[in-house]
């Protein structure tokens, strides 16, 4: 995992390049976001489920991108006192990082 690829997946906005692949998860993570400064919590948190079920099943369970997303979810969660949600998602978003960790160490891409 190099820092091209970690600057790749902070960017979830949508932007005109993005594809049918791309456009769905950044758009849900986007209303997600929008969602969480305005106190709608559980509007919310049902965007950020959509958009790490797409993400995952678009990217693949061990990609940057869904460990963001992850990372994210769980920041609204401790927001809102969901301790033990926060705890496993961040727990798998550091899990999915460490396998990337080890992969680009191995060589494995």
């Known amino acids: 995992m190099n820092i091209d690829s970690f600057s790749k997946a902070m960017k979830t906005k949508p932007e005109d390049k993005d594809t049918e692949r791309t456009l769905g998860w950044k758009v849900l993570v986007e209303g997600a976001k929008v969602c969480h400064k305005r106190g709608d919590?559980?509007?919310?948190?049902?965007?950020?489920?959509?958009?790490?079920?797409?993400?995952?099943?678009?990217?693949?369970?061990?990609?940057?991108?869904?460990?963001?997303?992850?990372?994210?979810?769980?920041?609204?969660?401790?927001?809102?006192?969901?301790?033990?949600?926060?705890?496993t998602l961040s727990s798998r978003a550091r899990t999915i990082l460490g396998q990337l960790a080890a992969d680009s160490e191995s060589g494995v891409s």
């Open 41 to 87: 919590f559980e509007a919310g948190a049902e965007m950020f489920e959509q958009a790490l079920t797409m993400a995952e099943l678009r990217l693949g369970p061990k990609h940057i991108v869904l460990a963001h997303i992850l990372m994210q979810y769980s920041e609204m969660c401790e927001e809102v006192k969901d301790l033990d949600k926060a705890r």
